[in-house]
Each structure stands twice: as C-alpha cells, then as structure tokens.
C-alpha cells in the first residue's frame, strides 16, 4: 500500500482526495507559521516548518510527500533530505497549466499573492502567467478569475489554496480549466511511484552534513515563543 505525507502550512479543506483505493493519505498541518507569510523572513520560517515536518517522512514509512502549500515552502531542502517524491503543489500546478493551454493565471489568497509572484519569476513562467490576482473571499475568487480570463487573457486557471471545495466551485462556473493542486499532486506523486521515478541527486545533493535535530529544536523553540 502506498503512503504518501501530505504537509499543509494551513487547514486543508473540503472533500476527500481522489487518489487509488490503495493509496493512504496522512495530512500533517505545520503550526506555529505567522498568519500572513508575505515577506522573506516568514518564508524562511515556514521553510523551516516545512522542513522539519517532513525530514523524517521516509524513515516513518512514508513513500512520497506532497506540500499542500502552492508557495512550495521547504520543498529544495526536503528534496535534499528525502530520497522518496517530494511533489509540490505550486510549481506542478503552473506546469501542468502549460499542458492545457498556453497562457495561465493564478488565483491566490490576498497574502499569498507576493509569493506566488516570486515563484513564477523563480520559475521561468513570466512570459506564460498572465497575471497573478489576490482574492479575499470565494465570491470575489469568482470575479477574480473572470477578470484573468476575459482583460489578462489567461485560458487556464491555478488555484493557490488549500481549499478544494472553492476550487469545484470554480470549475463549475468558469469556462475554461481549473487546477486544484492538491489532489494533482498526490496524482503525480502516485504516479511517480508507480513508474519508479524521484528527484534528481544532480539537481538536489544531498547535505554533507545533517542536523535534523537541530532543525526540530529551532521550529519548536519557535512555536513555543
């Protein structure tokens, strides 16, 4: 049976995840994160969080780790770390988007809206992201994605939360694709798994020297602060 660790900085929400009857899903929330990651010192932190969370995933057992988080925290040094999967649920929804258009947009909450935008630079999709639209609430994601399809021009459209039922909701009401990262990252993690595939050691050495304990120690001397 294969075991995936689903890591969300936040309270993922809405329906089951649609993976094989075979696969078990285990979500772990990161907690002790600021509310409102949108400068460079709290996404240090939540890369910490993140890493420490999910250091220790292939020695409890687990097969592949998604981050459920679209700012893809923690994801280059649990790469590092791992040598199962690790799946992120920004950077394989903005690819993904490619694959069914040729131009995307993406929703995000209002304070993930700066890290979405770095990370499409980071990426190398600016010449494919047709904008980058914060939202506050599910009716005005709506009008937000109506803005990004009609005056932007965007012809597929990423969700950068955590919450698959405003992403259904979408789909139903727009005319064009609507990914929801979450459950496609655990489809691309089973089929990883399936076809034997993980990281690249060429692109994620791992370390020459490992503290997880320290790692551990830090996040927790955090959250008690």
Not at 120 to 125: H, L, N, T
Not at 129 to 153: M, P, Q, S
Not at 171 to 191: H, M, N, R
Not at 200 to 214: F, H, I
Request: net charge negative; aromatic share 4%; glycine share 8%.
């Amino acid at each position: 049976m294969p075991r995936i660790l689903m890591i969300a900085t936040g309270a993922a929400t809405g329906t089951s995840f649609p993976v094989d009857s075979d696969t078990m899903v285990a979500l772990r929330s990161v907690s002790g994160l600021p509310d409102c990651c949108d400068n460079a010192h709290d996404w240090a932190l939540a890369d910490l969080a993140v890493l420490a969370a999910g250091q220790g995933a292939e020695a409890e057992g687990f097969d592949a780790v998604c981050l459920a988080d679209f700012g893809d925290y923690g994801a280059g040094a649990l790469r590092s770390v791992l040598g199962v999967p690790v799946v992120t649920a920004g950077r394989s929804a903005m690819l993904h988007a490619l694959t069914l258009g040729s131009r995307f947009a993406v929703l995000a909450p209002a304070p993930a809206a700066r890290r979405v935008k770095k990370l499409v630079q980071e990426y190398g999709f600016s010449g494919q992201c047709a904008a980058v639209r914060a939202f506050d609430a599910g009716g005005e994601a709506l009008a937000a994605a109506r803005v990004c399809i009609d005056e932007d021009g965007a012809d597929v459209l990423c969700l950068a939360s955590q919450d698959v039922a405003l992403a259904a909701r979408l789909a139903a009401e727009l005319p064009v694709p609507v990914i929801d990262p979450l459950p496609l990252a655990l489809k691309l993690a089973e089929s990883f798994l399936g076809l034997g595939l993980s990281q690249s050691r060429r692109a994620w050495p791992e370390p020459q020297l490992r503290k997880p304990e320290l790692i551990a120690a830090l996040v927790a001397a955090g959250e008690r602060a």
